[in-house]
């Protein structure tokens, strides 16, 4: 039997770490500016949340409290997989409970429940430049940033409006970062736009492949873009969460059969579960519904 | 040549208001200029109507401009003033440093010698050369147009009529979306585009319909200096005298001052006010684009103007 291969503390070696961390810092001295970093290869493709993982990697220490979710849910392959990965690594608690969590890994959602002081919100970016399906040149899209030229981004939403009479982004909605930066929130639901402003939690997003971390600093105008006429709107759901009730929260369809019949849940999956442990109970819970309250 | 320099300093100023504004004024001043077009009267104008009430200050002011290519020349020692309202074609044939000019002007290239004065819209004349990048580019989408031969280069090929000709507005800050689709239809009328086709890609329109769709998306922010470079190239000639139609009417409406480049004499007559002849990167003519062309003094102009085709 082969020895037991033997990692660093979470995974990355110490100078990778601080390369990462100096990118870290800069990203949060500019916010919403894409500082570059030497992205290392990990042990996982490309697309599966490799800069979210290399940013916890360099934060994550033994006392931190890690969670991680993948479109809401703690369950899903890629988050429990990332879960079991840090846990194995650097050896640190882990936690489905997003007030427990010092340190949230996410993918596409930011959870329902408000963030803290104190807690770190790590994205995982597919593409981070926001001009990039407008402007293909890498070497013209940071002109552009440096010159704060975003006429650009309001032609897509201009595009949006006239093709279908309302602006039809509702992921990775582009956002303005301080008065300053033009951001591409990761493909998180616009639905979650509102809740980055004025975060009291930090928030670092991180792009293994293209090589880029940026990052909104607690207590940070986030501003969707928008018109005067057309303003910036999230989604509204019709029905509460079928398990838990919960209204004004974002929500997964689940198709239940092929005659039509579907359900709408929570997607944050432990804010679903919270409510229903303190008694909160939807129309397809399974409970009698004089349980609820 | 080489007086240019020294010639630019004694630009005569523009006609004083004195001067009969009738279709014989240029002859007026023809007649009281030299004998010879000596490059110092590149500043002389037609004195129509469209110059007035600009306080007589150039808009542009070109002086020994060159650029090289390594040890190539690209073009030489160009010097003219541009007013307000003007049209100035730039003629020669392919090779002649026309295009290499336009480039220079409107900063798509630095020059290797030379300056260009602009007059800002606060009266005050800056080296184009010497602006920053962010001023260049921001004059570039407000005071300035560009209308290159192929629409596919000036336009976005991808997103709709009415965010081509909006994209100028949204970029100087216009969050409204109501008042910039008005403004685009207005624009797409005015350039004889049918309303119902403001949400169509401009992949789908004819050559003519692109070119002047570009015109629109550079026009709509009352730009006072537009760069033409070979506006009706490729076009069919009933397209072409349209189009050139068009931009006559617009460039009077509007008094825009323009820099058109092209081997087409007959665009160049129907036009320009005055016209510069290049050849082999150096300016060899100069003067009001009648008497250019219908008393051509340098032998090289005298070919050109010959060899146009007559049907």
Redesign the interface.
Known sequence: MSPTPTYNFAYLDEQTKRMIRRAILKAIAIPGYQAPFASREMPMPYGWGTGGVQITASIIGPDDVLKVIDQGADDTTNAVSIRAFFAKVANVATTTRTADATIIQTRHRIPERKLAEGQILVYQVPIPEPLRFLEPRETETR?MHA?E?Y??M??KL??D???HGEIATTYAYPVKVEGRYVMDPSPTPKFDNPKMHMSEALQLFGAGREKRIYAVPPYTEVVSL?????PFEIQTFTDPCAMCGAEGVYLDEVVLDDKGGHMYVCSDTDHCEERRLSGHRGVLSGDPLEAAE | MNTTSDAVNVTLPPPVPATPVASHSSVALMASSPQIDPPDRFALRDGSESHKGEGGAPLLKVEGLSKYYGTRMGCADVSFSLWPGEVLAVVGESGSGKTTLLNCLSTNLEPSFGRALYRMRDEEFRNLYELSEAERRFLMRTDWGFVHQNPADGLRMTVSAGANVGERLMAVGDRHYGRIRATALDWLGRVEIAADRIDDEPRSFSGGMRQRLQIARNLVTSPRLVFMDEPTGGLDVSVQARLLDLLRSLVSELGLAAVVVTHDLAVARLLSHRMMVMKDGRVIEAGLTDRVLDDPREPYTQLLVSSILQV
């Open positions: 002109k010159l030229e006429g650009l309001h032609v201009y595009e409006i006239a093709k928008d018109f005067e006429d057309h």
